[in-house]
DNA sequence: GATGATTAAA
């Protein structure tokens, strides 16, 4: 206990103790000079001596004193909650004033489990019963850690006492089940409470704002005026935000003039709430008048309007607002990082975030992170994420399940399917999110039956699959062929699981009955759908049409597609590819002349591969690459060395009809796989693997390349397309040729 | 001697 022998130093406020000859517990000092110098306290190291003065002259064996000096000890702004702690532990027989003080220290710390460790020994060692103060504090603990079952328990406990009627508790009860989603209980306390007060609305409020349900919310504000009770400021920030998740400005604007004319006091709070609502529904224009009407603003109301510019994808006056602000915390970065991330600018996310780096003007925190993980799985690039990863671990940062996900899906998707499976077993606590990235992991390195097998350990670890799993598992069996696992998994999903099918699992289906020659069941199987076929449910019939050469039901299921998304220019691609396979040049061009008409272009295809620490970006037939002569000469030196030992290129490969047959084979010869390849083989040791990563699929053609080059060059290839990856080795493909 | 509900980023 070093911290308790503390030398008694020369206090400057120090008047002379009275001599008291015995000390006992009753002892009582209600005025006791230097009970009201504890409240004067500015520093832990006064706080110290005034403790010692209090053991010298037996004060602090007087209970009410002894909780004078531990509520300033545990909730000071100098507060240290350890401190506390140790002096609360030297208290004989602590009364349930200083139990309840210190579990309300806790409550609210950064470590709240403490308080119901504290709560728990309460139980066991004091005498008195817990109290009105003492549950909403264990309750507001429970709610901080989501832990339900804990909180459940002292909901019981509630209810056996004589506090069940206490709105107090009932309040936090509502707020507990609000925090762990649990929106059933809540509102069943809530109904409950005999005399509601704006609080315990407000709690509900806000629990369904947080459950996703946003009507519920309005309908509570509505009924609350229906009562006859006076919405706060609060109120307002809870509804506002539900506002905002429904994006809908008029509602919006129509509670701004609410709060006007119902004369709720607006404060910086409110106001930053107001912000979010406009940002939130897209009217950023809103959001700057009243930003430049508002008395006073924080670091909040500034992010708020770097959000709403970058939303709409302003970013030049995102920047702007970033570079006014009075200081950027990490925030702030976050918003720049994580809109690029989500809004397919990778490239430019991972330069904020290098920024970030060389300005330090703040400490990167889980979300960048998470963001800049994203980033680099987006791109494929290697180097960056694996920077992240050291940077974790020197900082010493805890993998928790967002930061674990996260590096599993990079290196995942940057080929690096070990490394992941690394992360995946070194970490103890697995949510299903992280099971799922490595299931997907799997699962896009075609290995399925790990996939599956993995899926079945997740049970035995007791973690309930969502439909992320599900989506992820599906695609697994998929990916290799599964038919049988998938059809039996698919079918087991809401009857087993309790999880309902969606659109994503439908299309999997889809595409693994197609993907298996099973045509006509798959056509059959979107016949019977339950929901209506989305234009995805069609693109994997018309992708299985394509690996299978049927000409009619592509056609049909392309029609199907056009009719729910005219502008999908995939759909042409595919139909293009079926007609050029099967032969059918007229009618790709027709396709062709159609697409041409309405103005629909294929989208680019492009690879890149990252040297170094720097993306090289190819399109078809590019030759703005520094290095452009060098790249034609290997692709030249390619094309004759595979022809050399009898590679034929598939020219059926091609979305136009190109008319003289070398153009054909040219053309094919510069699709952008091939191009980040042969740079790839100039630019890297032969020891290094090449990755290369696509926004389309693969081309068959590319593929068998690939695979050659894979041999006669030695060189492991990593082609991650729009899909799947494709690892080359000695001639064959990870892929085993289903894709 | 005290308690509950409040805004930004994945």
Redesign the pocket.
């Known amino acids: 206990m070093a911290a308790l022998s503390v030398p008694v130093l020369s206090f400057p406020h120090q008047r002379k103790l009275p001599t008291s000859s015995t000390v006992n517990n009753d002892l009582r000092f209600p005025n006791y000079p230097l009970l009201s110098l504890i409240e004067q306290c500015t520093s832990l190291k006064e706080l110290k001596q005034i403790h010692a003065q209090m053991l010298r002259t037996g004060l602090f064996f007087d209970?009410?004193s002894a909780?004078?000096l531990i509520?300033v000890c545990a909730m000071s702004s100098f507060s240290s909650l350890d401190y506390a702690h140790q002096v609360f532990d030297q208290i004989p027989k602590p009364?349930?004033?200083?139990w309840?003080?210190i579990i309300?220290a806790y409550a609210s710390s950064s470590d709240p489990i403490q308080s119901i460790v504290v709560f728990l020994r309460m139980l066991d060692q004091c005498c008195e019963s817990p109290?009105?103060?003492t549950y909403?504090f264990v309750l507001?603990a429970a709610s901080e850690l989501k832990a339900s079952r804990v909180g459940r328990g002292f909901h019981g406990m509630v209810m056996k006492s004589s506090l069940a009627s206490d709105?107090?508790i009932l309040?936090?009860l509502v707020?507990f089940y609000g925090s762990c989603d649990d929106l059933d209980s809540a509102y069943r306390v809530f109904l409950n409470i005999p005399s509601k007060?704006?609080?315990?609305w407000?709690?509900m409020i806000?629990a369904f704002v947080e459950g996703d349900c946003p009507d519920e919310a309005f309908q509570l504000f509505r009924e609350m005026e229906m009562e006859n009770l006076k919405p706060?400021?609060?109120t307002m920030?809870?509804v506002l935000?539900a506002c905002g998740k429904k994006a809908d400005i008029e509602f919006g604007r129509w509670l701004c003039s609410y709060i006007q004319r119902n004369g709720i006091a607006v404060n910086?709070?409110?106001n930053?709430?107001m912000l979010?609502m406009y940002v939130k529904c897209g009217s950023v224009e809103d959001a700057k008048e009243l930003f430049d009407k508002m008395p006073e603003r924080d670091?909040?109301s500034w992010?708020?309007m770097l959000?709403g510019y970058t939303r709409m994808g302003k970013y030049d006056e995102a920047l702007r607002v970033f570079e006014a602000m009075p200081n950027q915390?990490?925030?702030a970065w976050?918003?720049l990082i994580?809109s690029y991330e989500?809004n397919g600018m990778p490239k430019e996310a991972l330069s904020v975030f290098h920024k970030l780096q060389v300005s330090k003007s703040a400490k990167p925190?889980?979300?960048t992170l998470?963001?800049s993980l994203?980033a680099c799985s987006q791109l494929g690039s290697i180097d960056p994420g694996r920077w992240i990863h050291i940077y974790i671990k020197r900082q010493g940062i805890k993998l928790n399940c967002?930061l674990t996900t996260s590096l599993i899906d990079m290196y995942a998707k940057c080929g690096d399917l070990e490394k992941a499976l690394e992360v995946f077993d070194s970490v103890e606590r697995k949510d299903v999110y992280v099971w799922s990235a490595m299931i997907a992991g799997l699962a896009m390195h075609g290995c399925g039956r790990a996939a599956i097998d993995l899926f079945y350990e997740m049970l035995k670890a007791k973690v309930k699959p969502n439909a992320v799993t599900f989506t992820n598992i599906l695609c697994a069996c998929s990916h290799t062929g599964l038919l049988e696992e998938g059809t039996s998994l698919f079918y087991q999903m809401e009857p087993v699981y309790k999880v309902v099918p969606g659109v994503k699992h439908y299309a999997c289906m889809v595409d693994m009955l197609g993907r298996s020659g099973r045509l006509k069941d798959s056509l059959e199987f979107i016949e019977k759908m339950p929901i209506p076929p989305t234009a995805s449910i069609w693109g994997a019939l018309l992708g299985a049409c394509r690996l299978h050469g049927n000409v009619e039901l592509a056609e049909h299921a392309c029609g199907q597609l056009l009719e729910l998304d005219p502008r999908n220019h995939g759909a042409y691609v595919l139909l293009s590819n079926i007609y050029a396979r099967t032969d059918k040049w007229d009618r790709v061009s027709r396709l062709r002349k159609a697409m041409r008409d309405s103005g629909i272009k294929k989208e680019p295809g492009c690879s890149s591969i990252e040297i170094n620490g720097i993306v090289h970006e190819f399109l078809v037939g590019d030759n703005s690459h520094p290095l452009c002569k060098d790249i034609y000469e290997k692709l030249d030196e390619i094309a004759a060395t595979l022809k050399a030992i009898g590679y034929v290129p598939n020219k059926s490969h091609l979305l136009q009809l190109v008319e003289e047959e070398d153009m054909k084979e040219q053309a094919l010869n510069l699709h952008s796989e091939k191009l980040a390849i042969a740079f790839g083989l100039i630019s890297t040791a032969p020891s290094q693997p090449i990755r290369v990563v696509k926004n389309l699929r693969v081309c068959g053609d590319c593929h068998a390349v690939a695979k050659l080059v894979s041999k006669v060059y030695k060189r492991e290839i990593l082609l991650r397309d729009r899909y799947r990856f494709h690892h080359f080795k000695d001639g064959h493909c990870s892929c085993g040729e289903y894709w």
């Not at 009364?95 to 200083?98: A, F, K, S, V």
């Open positions: 209970p009410f909780s004078k509520t009364n349930l004033y200083t309840n003080t309300r109290n009105k103060y909403p507001k709105v107090f309040n936090s707020h007060d704006v609080v315990s407000n709690s806000k706060n400021d609060i920030v809870g935000c910086l709070t409110l930053n709430a979010d670091v909040v992010t708020t959000d915390d990490i925030a976050n918003v994580s989500q925190d889980e979300v998470v963001s994203s967002h």
